[in-house]
Each structure stands twice: as C-alpha cells, then as structure tokens.
C-alpha cells in the first residue's frame, strides 16, 4: 500500500509531491494524460497566462525566460514536463481513474491500468472537468460552427463570416481579441466588464496584489470575503481597445437563439456563422464514491483541502483557502501545508502503531 497517491499531474499534483518528497514521504502521481504539460498544451495556440514568470513557477525551479514577461501556455507545458522530470518524481501516465473509494486504512482506487491502494489520496484533478455550453445551442442550426472554448485552437477552424464569442472572462477576451483580426467578431457578456492593467510602473499588477495580501486572503477572513464578492477581472486593455475601434461589438446576455440568429437579454440579435462558447466549466467528481464527502449541495467537505474523510486531500480548486488557490504560482502554498499534514499524520500513525513504544 501507498503511502500517498497523488492524482493529476499539473501544477497542483506536482507542487504537491515537491513537498512531499522534500519530507522523504514515498509517493506515487498518475494522470490520465498522455504526456506531462497536457493540461495545458491542449488549449488554444494564442494563450498567453497574465501572470509574469516570477510569479507563474512552482518550487523549487525557476521558469525560464524574463522574469517580468509573460509566458505562452507552451511554456508552462514545457516547464511542467521539466520540472517532474528535474525531482524525479514517480509518474504513470495514460491511467484513468474510474473510482475511488475508502477501505479499512485507506483507499483504493480502480484505474484503467489496474487497482491501486495508498493511506492517503491527494486529489489533484483541478476545476475544469466538463465543459458547459448553455442549453440555447442545441437550437442553433447545423449551418454555424460551434466550438466550446476548450476546443478552440485557432481561427483556421472557423468557417468564413461572423463570430459570436459567449462569455466575457479573460479566455473569451483573448480569443475575441485574437478573433478580431480576421474576423467580425460580437462578444456576449453577462456582466458589467472590468478590466485592470498587467502592468503599473513596470511591475505586474499581481506583484502588487502579492504585497497587499490579495493573493493569500484567507476564505474566512474579512478581505477574502470581500474580493470574493468582486466582478472577475479582464487583465489587458487590448478587449477594451478593440471595442472603442468598434472592431468588436459588445452585447449582453445571450437569452435564445432560433437556426443562425441568437437574441440577446435586451431585445438585440445578429446572425452568427460560428460561436466560441467561452463559458466555462461544472466539477466532476462522481469517480469519488466515498460516503458522507459531499454536502446537500455536492460539494466538497473541507476546510483549506483537508476534507472530512481522513487520509484525503484536494488541491488546486478555487478558493479552496484563499484568492490564489487555483493559480499556478501560488497553489504551492496549499501544498506546502497539505504535505505537513500528511508528514505529522503518518507520523502519528507510526507512533501508535503495535510494537513501537
């Protein structure tokens, strides 16, 4: 038996097992990818993150490149890759988990390369499982390309005319921005726009929001309350400047749609010959068959990753114990204490175990 297993193998699980190996606790990652970084180089070619190199690393290993500028998501692909590589870390790739469930002393987890069972289990998975497309587009006509966000690459996958872009967050301002070029581009927002600057005085907005505290802002704390109840931000003027050119045009909610036209909340509707749906993601965890974990709700029950079954973890979710717990340069502070966690728990059980005094 293990004594953990991690599952997922981006930033999450492998800042995860850093930490984990730094204290000497044997462990094991497996992901269903087919190669390290996949998570990341199978999203749109044009992605570039809004959070500097400085700030977009995990421990103990620095990514390449200026550390002030901006990386592409082939970058961090790369720079995952390198770094399980640089520790050495176990990993079985290509192994999908089908379920996990608990057993006397741990739990044990059904893969599509056999059965695996460790004491305890870091979920690692991250928030994007499934991605959601509103029930409006099962009646737009087979005449108009649609694409979810997550199948997006480039604008050679679109056929030639309009694009509607549905949802305002910072993949669909990217990809509307990118869009723009060729194409005559209408973005649907659901909510008032805000955006922020990358950069203010030649540093990184994320430097200043590090300093304040932004970042670390625990989930129960008056300031975490409070930047959770914020509008998400767009970071980048390049959306806001295109849509003064007129080069893209802004409408709101996108309320029914009938063939090719789709109608807006406020009356407006235009033609679309392709739609990126930019809207986002649900969890699953319905792999997870484990009595008692999820609420009335199905949610996860847990307080800063440590849940209610003892022996099992999760990382990397939003706001899981602050404002920068899904971000790539900052989940190492979830798992610095998880891997803590683990070290004075196993340590626990080998106290108590028979036979040591």
Request: include cysteine.
């Amino acid at each position: 038996m293990l004594d953990v297993l991690i599952i997922g193998t981006g930033q999450a699980g492998l800042a995860a097992a850093y930490f984990l190996k730094q204290k000497g606790i044997p462990l094991m990652l497996i992901d269903k990818a087919k190669a390290l970084g996949d998570s990341w180089r199978n999203r749109y070619d044009s992605l570039q993150l809004f959070t500097p190199r400085n700030y977009s690393r995990l421990p103990g290993l620095d990514l390449p490149g200026d550390p002030n500028g901006l990386p592409t998501k082939d970058e961090v692909a790369a720079y995952l890759s390198e770094y399980a590589l640089t520790f050495d870390f176990p990993i079985q790739l290509d192994t999908e988990v089908k379920s996990l469930t608990s057993i006397p002393r741990g739990f044990e987890v059904e893969t599509s390369r056999g059965t695996i069972q460790s004491k305890n289990v870091i979920v690692a998975t991250g928030p994007f499982h499934k991605p959601y497309v509103p029930a409006i587009s099962q009646s737009i006509s087979n005449d108009t390309t649609q694409l979810h966000s997550s199948a997006y690459r480039n604008p050679g996958q679109l056929t030639p005319g309009s694009v509607l872009v549905v949802g305002a967050g910072n993949s669909g301002a990217q990809i509307a921005v990118e869009l723009s070029n060729d194409f005559d581009v209408y973005l649907s927002a659901s909510n008032q726009l805000h955006f922020k600057p990358l950069y203010i005085l030649g540093k990184s907005i994320f430097w200043y929001y590090d300093k304040l505290g932004f970042l670390q802002a625990g989930n129960h704390t008056k300031r975490g309350k409070w930047l959770r109840q914020q509008p998400e931000q767009i970071y980048g003027y390049q959306l806001k400047q295109r849509l003064k050119e007129g080069k893209i045009k802004l409408f709101p909610r996108a309320a029914s749609a009938e063939s090719r036209t789709v109608f807006f909340a406020d009356d407006h509707y235009i033609e679309a010959d392709n739609i990126i749906w930019a809207t986002g993601f649900r969890p699953d965890f319905s792999w997870i068959q484990i009595n008692h974990l999820f609420n009335e709700h199905q949610e996860i029950t847990q307080f800063n990753g440590i849940s209610n079954i003892p022996g099992l973890y999760f990382i990397g979710l939003p706001w899981l114990s602050c404002r920068g717990s899904a971000l790539l340069g900052w989940v190492q502070h979830d798992a610095r204490r998880i891997a803590e966690y683990i070290n004075n728990d196993l340590k626990s059980m080998q106290l108590f175990s028979p036979g040591i005094i």
